[in-house]
């Protein structure tokens, strides 16, 4: 059996945790990209709409959604499920996201799987990894698997 201070260092690891959920969503919906980056450990990895590796590059590609006709977005993750074995974890969650693309309103819904650290008391993540269920306008409607954004249907949920 625990101790309770194991007890109480697991559940303040895993309000951490949440709470880093929470940033990032809000950094990324703000546009805060140097905040944003400080969310990541210097190797971090983001596995979804691209791949860069790094803060340098993730902040380029973070930045660069614009161009390529991501122009606002809301992320909202929840049920979040978390693993962890001393300072590291994994973390599962749901994404919603209502998005404006190329000027449509747009949603997305997808799945987080995040590999997060723990480096010098603060949780980190080490890749944070985007698996969609679809990406499109509202217009077209929803279901699973239907994409209107390539880059998108590369990062879909694999059966």
Known sequence: ?????????RLEDLEAIRY???QYC????????DALMELFTDDGEFD???NPNGK???????AGLGDGGLT???HFITNLEIDLDGDRGT????????CVTDANASVAAGRYTDQVVRVDGRWL???KQVRFHFFGPLTDGWDENQFALDSARRAAVRA
């Open 1 to 9: 059996m625990s101790t309770l201070e194991e007890r109480i260092r």
């Open 20 to 22: 880093l959920d929470a």
């Open 26 to 33: 809000r950094h990324l919906d703000d546009g805060n990209w």
């Open 48 to 50: 979804g709409l691209s």
């Open 56 to 62: 340098a590059e993730m902040r380029a590609f973070f």
């Open 72 to 74: 606002a977005f809301w």
């Open 91 to 98: 973390v599962r969650s749901f994404l919603w996201q209502p």
């Open 125 to 127: 993540y080490r890749v």
